[in-house]
């Protein structure tokens, strides 16, 4: 089955830097990779997406990078703030024919963005 | 704004109590995901359905978990009998298509 490896498992960055998280997937086939963020105690929720159809997807502040090739993507957040600290997810997942496949998640990443 | 709601939000129980949660997944969703999540193994997939039939309950004990969908509006989770080492969150997901949308969550506490 798919395996996702996520690193780092922590981030400490100050206010105003950069944070990049970089996720590696197993399954050539998978072809839908979200990240989700989850603040404590809070539900998961999704910041961005990216299919394997594109290369890069930005949205204000965050973007997402994927290398088919070497099966891995990444999430880069600029100018953070403190509002971003989290656990971030990523995932991967084989997405065919309108239907929802599973996610496999990678473990997490817990960002701190110090004032 | 839609949402999957789940219940209860918090559960307290003692060993051996049978455990049910429920979820209701966004109106028009046709699949449905259960998920635990604890420090030490993270997120992890216990079953989903899609139009109410299971596809997938692998990563689910299967001695004493149960997953079913009564109808498109409900999910049930049971635990039966619990065990401390069931104590977790319980999300439930649902999706038409991606992404998926996740409930706010069971916290379970096995005594």
């Known amino acids: 089955g798919e395996n996702v490896e996520q690193h780092p498992s922590t981030l400490s960055v100050q206010e105003g830097d950069s944070a990049v998280i970089k996720c590696t997937y197993s399954d050539s086939a998978s072809n839908y990779f979200p990240w989700y963020k989850q603040e404590l105690g809070k539900r998961p929720q999704l910041i961005i997406d990216i299919r394997s159809n594109v290369g890069e997807k930005k949205d204000q502040r965050i973007a997402v990078t994927l290398n088919k090739t070497a099966k891995h993507f990444s999430l880069h957040i600029t100018e953070t703030q403190p509002e971003d600290s989290a656990v971030y997810f990523c995932?991967?997942?084989?997405?065919?024919?309108?239907?929802?496949?599973?996610?496999?998640f990678g473990k997490g990443t817990l960002l701190t963005v110090n004032p | 704004d839609a949402r999957v709601t789940q219940t209860p939000r918090h559960k307290v129980t003692e060993m051996g109590q049978e455990v049910t949660m429920r979820c209701q997944p966004i109106l028009g969703h046709n699949t449905v995901f259960w998920y635990r999540q604890t420090m030490m193994q993270g997120l992890e997939l216990l079953a989903y359905?899609?139009?109410?039939?299971?596809?997938?309950d692998s990563g689910m004990p299967k001695d004493r978990f149960s997953a079913e969908m009564p109808d498109a509006t409900l999910a049930t989770l049971k635990i039966q009998p619990s065990e401390p080492r069931d104590s977790a969150v319980y999300f439930c997901a649902s999706g038409q298509n991606q992404p998926q949308h996740f409930g706010d969550g069971t916290r379970l506490s096995i005594l």
């Open positions: 995932a991967a997942s084989i997405s065919s024919g309108g239907s929802n496949y599973k996610l496999t």
């Open positions: 359905f899609r139009n109410r039939a299971p596809l997938d």
